[in-house]
């Protein structure tokens, strides 16, 4: 089976994406992730205002199959919520990188962006 890599993303070992855009990375979960997944039911996001350091964990993500905890790919404070996710944690199968985005973090430090996977190397991961 072939997943969806978007090449404007890089992505943690955990199957989070970061889209980078100025001073903001909106972060989800890769299309592999909610595959494994199953039907998302619940998604557990922190507040706007709460900081985040990069790979601890900012809330919690439960399907039919399993609960998992979410990690944050960069460092920084949340700037956004998806809130539309508290009604519909469907949109996370549904769009992954799209609809199904989770929260935005104001960028503390560029340089973390350098240390995720690429897209390339995140699809030898999942290979």
Known sequence: MSFAVPEDCRYLETHEWARHDGDVVRVGISDFAQDELGDVVFVELP??????????????????????????????????????????PE?????????????????ADEGELEALLSPEAYEEQIA
């Open 47 to 88: 507040d706007v205002g709460d900081s985040t350091e990069q790979e601890a964990d900012f809330g919690v993500i439960e399907s039919i199959k399993a609960v998992s905890d979410l990690y944050a790919p960069v460092s920084g404070e949340v700037v956004a919520v998806n809130e539309e996710l508290f009604d519909a």
């Open 91 to 107: 949109l996370v199968n549904e769009d992954p990188y799209g609809d199904g985005w989770m929260i935005e973090i104001e960028l």
